[in-house]
């Protein structure tokens, strides 16, 4: 069984910083991809940012220049760095793993971008 758990989200002010962690654990041989996704009130689940196991990454355009994607494969953990943040960044995060034969999610966290 894999779980995937997501933590850091909370308020912030805008042009404020948060630090989103997703730790993956379970019978975990080899995680592939991972990635953070975000749905806001009313509206789709987007992607955020992605990060593959060698470290390559790709950002959506709305967050290129502000937020940064980690990882530390030693503890099946990845991250996102949120800066510069806008009200319209508030939604529920999602941290994503592709981990074979499955791909995993976790519960979400929420971030809410508010004066």
């Known amino acids: 069984q894999v779980q995937l758990v997501e933590s850091g989200g909370g308020l912030v002010q805008p042009g404020g910083s948060l630090r989103l962690s997703c730790a993956a654990s379970g019978s975990i041989l080899g995680i592939g991809a991972m990635g953070w996704y975000r749905q806001a009130p009313g509206k789709q689940r987007e992607l955020v940012a992605t990060i593959t196991s060698g470290g390559t990454t790709n950002y959506a355009d709305s967050v290129k220049g502000r937020f940064t994607i980690s990882r530390d494969n030693a503890k099946n953990t990845v991250y996102l760095q949120m800066n510069s943040l806008k009200p319209e960044d508030t939604a529920v995060y999602y941290c994503?793993?592709?981990?074979?034969?499955?791909?995993?999610w976790g519960q979400g966290t929420q971030v809410t971008v508010s004066s």
């Open positions: 994503g793993a592709d981990i074979s034969p499955n791909e995993f």
